[in-house]
């Protein structure tokens, strides 16, 4: 039992190997073996703004470590803010699960920030101004910290997906920067408020493969234009 809650490491027997699965609070989160959603998360985010150099990017929710390991594989990145609530989740990944996306969290350009994600946001930014300090503003910001804007892991995550923390999300991005939040199920309603605070907002669907069947996992885009 943690601040946060129960959080819980397992490790289970497959043909492959062996697999581990993160548990919050009874809901499953991620395990090692179906990633591809977390790492597509990264390359349609990044994707966005291919051609800059010395990119700066934010992944808010370590999980695992996919997708901040196919960030770090992108041309162009020079830093990356890991900001991650549970700090058994960082020593986990530090520790014991370390290899299972290549030792991610010892990557030189990673700076790792146990917070809530929507108060670092908010902490970067001040609400309604237009832009941040140019050596604070992210070229990407991609967010995974729970299942979803309808399917919360924990209930203050709540105000990442409304409007002041959209906004905040915005404001913490360079002009021509780009969001991706990743969800289990679609939701229109996030999908509706995040094209308000951007102009611009787009729901993409990916199918992967899990226990024999496929699964859609839905991602959430959009730029910050002006």
């Known amino acids: 039992m943690t601040a946060e809650g129960e959080w819980a490491l397992r490790q289970r027997w497959a043909p492959d190997g062996p697999v581990w699965e993160i548990i919050a609070n009874g809901v499953f989160l991620i395990d090692s073996v179906a990633t591809a959603s977390e790492r597509a ?3 349609l985010a990044l994707a966005s703004v291919a051609g800059r150099s010395r990119l700066r ?3 808010g929710g370590l999980g695992l470590g996919f997708t901040a390991r196919t960030v770090l594989d992108t041309n162009g990145v020079a830093a990356v803010d ?5 700090p058994r989740l960082v020593d986990w990944v530090r520790g014991p699960v370390a290899h299972v996306a290549g030792h991610v969290l010892a990557d030189a350009r990673v700076r790792v920030i146990v917070a809530d994600v929507a108060d670092h946001l908010a902490g970067a930014t001040n609400v309604g101004a ?3 300090g140019a050596d ?3 070229d990407a ?3 995974d910290v729970d299942n979803g804007p309808d399917w919360l892991v924990r209930d203050a ?5 409304g409007s002041d923390g959209l906004k905040n999300l915005r404001a913490a991005l360079r002009p021509g920067g780009s969001a991706a939040v990743w969800a289990a199920d679609p939701s229109p309603g996030f999908l509706r408020r995040l094209d308000d605070v951007f102009g611009n907002a787009r729901e993409l669907c990916h199918t992967l493969r899990r226990a024999g069947r496929d699964i859609d996992a839905f991602i959430y885009i959009a730029e910050r234009r002006s």
């Open 41 to 43: 998360l990264a390359r």
């Open 57 to 59: 990017v934010l992944v």
């Open 82 to 86: 890991i900001v991650e609530v549970e």
């Open 130 to 132: 237009d832009s941040v």
């Open 136 to 138: 604070t503003a992210y």
């Open 141 to 143: 910001i991609l967010l």
């Open 157 to 161: 995550n709540r105000e990442i997906y």
